[in-house]
């Protein structure tokens, strides 16, 4: 019997707090754009890779060893393509550059990476200016990947992202890229 009015109590303060602490919507963007211009237009050129959050530790196990990665994203060489070229700067100093090719949806803006069927991007707006977040997910991983059009965009959205991931998209890790040393130079060759 007590368990039974411990269980209810515990419920309907479950209730209260959710009707109090609601989730931000974080919409997921779509093909009309940003400020009148047709995805992915507004999101081509130069982002950071900032954070990373997902369920567990090892879903972000590839990004332990990088201090910062850069991203230029570009039309692709066809329709529905877009090119990703990245220059990642591990914490021992070393230069690795990266590429992939991202199919575009029709009418969507879920990418699938060119050689990766199992992997899956969807993107969403950030209420970070100039921010943008993605989430991957693929065979045995879920990540949500916070990006900036600066290196170092307010320690605001950095908490914003994290209080996200981690209240509402059931994130147990956090993952912060230190960015403490200069990024690599990108080479077009």
């Given at each position: 019997?007590f368990?039974?009015?411990?269980?209810?109590?515990?419920?309907?303060?479950?209730?209260l707090?959710?009707?109090?602490?609601?989730?931000?919507?974080?919409?997921?963007?779509t093909?009309?754009g940003?400020?009148?211009?047709?995805?992915?237009?507004?999101?081509l050129?130069w982002w950071?890779?900032?954070?990373?959050?997902?369920?567990?530790?090892?879903?972000?196990?590839?990004?332990?060893?990088?201090?910062?990665?850069?991203?230029?994203?570009?039309?692709?060489?066809a329709?529905?393509?877009?090119q990703?070229?990245?220059?990642?700067?591990?914490?021992?100093?070393?230069?690795v550059?990266?590429?992939?090719i991202?199919?575009l949806?029709?009418?969507?803006?879920?990418?699938?990476t060119?050689?990766?069927?199992?992997?899956?991007?969807?993107l969403f707006?950030?209420?970070?200016?100039?921010?943008?977040?993605?989430?991957?997910?693929?065979?045995?991983?879920?990540?949500?990947?916070?990006?900036?059009?600066l290196?170092h965009?307010?320690?605001?959205?950095?908490?914003?992202?994290?209080?996200?991931?981690?209240?509402?998209?059931?994130?147990?890790?956090?993952l912060?890229t230190?960015r403490?040393?200069?990024a690599c130079?990108?080479?077009s060759?």
């Amino acid at each position: 019997m007590f368990d039974q009015i411990w269980a209810t109590l515990l419920y309907l303060y479950s209730i209260l707090l959710n009707s109090i602490y609601q989730c931000p919507e974080y919409s997921q963007l779509t093909t009309q754009g940003v400020d009148g211009k047709e995805f992915p237009e507004p999101h081509l050129g130069w982002w950071y890779f900032i954070a990373g959050a997902a369920p567990t530790k090892e879903e972000l196990a590839t990004f332990d060893l990088v201090d910062n990665i850069v991203f230029n994203m570009a039309a692709g060489s066809a329709p529905m393509q877009l090119q990703l070229h990245a220059t990642i700067r591990t914490k021992n100093g070393s230069c690795v550059p990266r590429e992939w090719i991202y199919h575009l949806t029709e009418g969507s803006t879920d990418l699938r990476t060119e050689g990766r069927p199992d992997m899956k991007t969807k993107l969403f707006s950030s209420s970070c200016p100039g921010g943008i977040m993605l989430k991957e997910t693929g065979q045995g991983y879920q990540r949500f990947l916070l990006y900036n059009r600066l290196p170092h965009p307010p320690e605001k959205c950095v908490e914003e992202f994290r209080s996200l991931t981690s209240s509402c998209l059931d994130s147990k890790a956090f993952l912060l890229t230190p960015r403490k040393q200069e990024a690599c130079k990108w080479s077009s060759n």
